[in-house]
């Protein structure tokens, strides 16, 4: 069996990115007005599985751009505990971002319904405008691009971030934080981090092949990142458990030291190591002497060149391109993306385990399937009256 779903979606990354970029951010620009942007003390964005992944990537870029505090929540934390209870720094004032491609994760929508229902600016990011999702929030921002392979989410998650990027660039615009100038800057920037996934793609092709092939025996992986990148450490692991069926993790970097570096299970596990040069970068370099004393198998996905870290691994896979760190999510997620596909091939599996008997989340039969899209959405008034 040959996967390539994901491989074709990474390579059609710098193209997307270069031609959506813009369109998106028209749609952006034409939501987040002075009215809306000069209400806004508080952020929270919220989504399931990749959406929620963005929403921990964007963190840095929200807050380093807008001065504005943000909280990136899973969708359950975000409706049941977070929005519900409505604690000290959250008010009317609070924008609230949920992110859904499909429009049809039903905790999501809970998440937007609560933050309405307490009176906050909502705003929903989805390629399915007219889903009970896009209805739920007082605004919607359509993340629609052109149509492709849908699976698993490689073009969707790009696309989700780029929108959350652009918000973030458009409230600083707006609030006067930074010039038009430099935010047309900041989306250049974006734009060119088409260019580094295409540089980074070229050179990894055989490596990400090899690896997978060295590999295929092992039953455990770990991939460690720290601040943005915790996001793609964990889109990594994510990737790998769709199209492979492995058993993957992700740790942040201080958290490793903490935690995984005391299993004596597979001693050898392979590690992959995200880490783009920048503020963590050194931490990254002490960190690494622990996993290789105890013999982890390590890969770093570190810059090009890099030798603090990168050339210190069992195996390197660069990446090109300066992009700033608080973009690089859009860029660093490309070479596990690839050895997920290739090893998923290697092993024979089908992605999301070909939906089939136990794994069948297509199944709207409340009783069968994952439940994700059949759960019941609770109010404001159910959550209240369980609370302990």
Aim: proline share 4%; glycine share 6%.
């Amino acid at each position: 069996m040959t996967q390539n779903n994901i491989i074709a979606q990474v390579e059609s990354l710098p193209e997307l990115i270069r031609s959506q970029t813009l369109e998106l951010n028209e749609g952006v620009c034409n939501l987040f007005t002075k009215e809306i942007c000069s209400n806004i003390d508080n952020i929270i964005t919220t989504g399931c599985g990749d959406s929620h992944m963005a929403s921990i990537a964007t963190e840095l870029a929200f807050e380093q751009l807008t001065n504005i505090s943000t909280e990136p929540l899973n969708a359950l934390t975000a409706s049941r505990y977070a929005l519900a209870t409505k604690h000290s720094n959250i008010t009317t004032n609070t924008l609230v971002i949920g992110t859904s491609v499909s429009g049809t994760v039903v905790r999501t929508r809970e998440a937007l319904g609560i933050a309405r229902e307490q009176g906050m600016i909502t705003v929903a990011i989805t390629a399915n405008p007219s889903s009970p999702f896009g209805q739920t929030a007082e605004h919607i921002l359509d993340c629609s691009v052109p149509n492709f392979i849908d699976f698993p989410g490689v073009r969707s998650y790009r696309t989700s971030l780029v929108v959350l990027y652009l918000i973030a660039i458009r409230i600083s615009e707006v609030k006067n934080i930074i010039t038009a100038a430099r935010a047309d800057q900041l989306r250049s920037e974006i734009i060119c981090t088409g260019d580094a996934i295409e540089a980074t793609i070229e050179a990894n092709r055989e490596s990400a092949i090899e690896l997978a092939r060295n590999l295929m025996a092992q039953n455990h992986f770990v991939f460690v990142g720290h601040g943005p990148n915790y996001a793609t450490a964990m889109f990594g692991a994510a990737k790998l458990l769709e199209a492979a069926g492995t058993h993957a993790l992700a740790q942040d970097t201080e958290e490793w030291g903490h935690l995984q570096y005391f299993t004596n299970i597979d001693i050898n596990t392979p590690t992959f190591i995200v880490s783009p040069g920048s503020r963590s970068h050194n931490r990254t370099a002490e960190m690494l002497i622990p996993m290789t004393r105890i013999g982890r198998y390590t890969i770093g996905v570190c810059p090009a060149g890099d030798t603090k870290v990168g050339e210190q691994c069992d195996v390197f896979l660069p990446v090109f391109g300066n992009t700033p760190e608080i973009f690089s999510p859009i860029v660093y997620p490309t070479v596990t993306e690839l050895f997920a596909d290739h090893l998923g091939s290697n092993l024979g599996e089908d992605y999301f385990r070909g939906f089939k008997d136990l794994y069948d989340v297509t199944n709207l039969n409340p009783q069968k399937g994952n439940s994700i899209r059949t759960s019941k959405q609770a109010t404001l008034d159910e959550i209240l009256k369980n609370q302990g």
